[in-house]
């Protein structure tokens, strides 16, 4: 018999079958990987889209700002005008601030800040103080010119505000007006009351020192803020502001002087003073 091959071919319905199978795989291979690479675009796009909305709904503003020539400190009011709540003067994320028309920037943490750090919610205002001393502006912060504070708050950027330091402040007091009220004798002493005027002739509000020294024989020689016998030691004055304080000295019996010498110390400027001396001679 003639040679017979015992080779048995696959039939048409199998490849196909197989052939459809493979197809099938693949597709669901390709859906998954497809599936995965727009999730994986999707979450970025979601990431990117909230953070640009997070940038676009930020607002921080600062309503008020001045500037003391007197103490280097600025009184300053932080409004979170957007909807995400602020953390201010952290180290998560540094915090800082800068002023146009000189070269100044600082860092807003607890050394420059009284405050710091803290939370700003949502609507939320805050106060604080600026120390200009713990930063290098102070220097370049000239009085009299406009300047503009931007604050950078968590990478967002404020309104800028315009302030104008104070000029310089001077100083000048002065002591006045002296006036008998009453005097009189009472067991065996003598007692007298002076009106006088403080003066502050500085151009910034100041609180003003009063001490007292007698000499000759007074038994004492107290000031009061009124006739009602308060006593005051100090008085804090306006610019260019007055006021009327009174001193009561007091005698032994007999004859003699008594003289009372009254001396009013700036605080704003500590060398300035002015004395006067009020003599009451009796017997």
């Not at 007999?254 to 700036?266: D, L, P, R, V, Y």
């Amino acid at each position: 018999m003639a040679g017979h091959s015992n080779k048995k071919a696959i039939t048409t319905p199998i490849a196909m079958t197989l052939a459809l199978m493979m197809v099938v795989t693949a597709s669901t291979a390709m859906y998954f990987w497809f599936s995965q690479l727009q999730s994986q675009e999707q979450g970025s796009v979601d990431s990117s889209q909230t953070k640009l909305f997070d940038a676009l709904s930020a607002c921080v503003d600062i309503p008020t700002f001045d500037y003391n020539t007197l103490d280097n400190t600025s009184n300053a009011v932080l409004q979170n005008c957007g909807n995400a709540k602020l953390r201010i003067g952290d180290t998560l994320i540094t915090d800082s601030a800068t002023v146009s028309s000189t070269p100044c920037s600082f860092i807003l943490n607890s050394t420059t800040c009284d405050v710091c750090p803290f939370t700003l919610d949502v609507g939320a205002v805050q106060s604080m103080i600026i120390f200009w001393n713990q930063t290098t502006c102070a220097k370049n912060i000239d009085s009299g010119i406009k300047h503009q504070i931007t604050m950078y708050i968590d990478r967002r950027a404020t309104a800028s505000r315009s302030f104008v330091p104070a000029p310089d402040v001077t100083c000048g007091v002065a002591l006045g007006n002296q006036t008998t009220l009453q005097n009189g004798s009472a067991i065996a002493s003598y007692f007298a009351k002076y009106n006088l005027t403080l003066f502050n002739n500085g151009n910034a509000e100041d609180k003003i020192t009063l001490t007292n020294t007698t000499v000759g024989a007074c038994s004492s020689a107290a000031l009061y803020q009124n006739l009602s016998g308060t006593p005051v030691n100090q008085i804090t004055l306006a610019a260019k502001a007055t006021a009327a304080f009174f001193v009561n000295q007091t005698t032994p019996g007999g004859s003699g002087n008594c003289n009372a010498t009254i001396t009013a110390t700036s605080s704003n400027c500590a060398s300035k003073t002015s004395t006067l001396t009020t003599v009451t001679t009796y017997s």
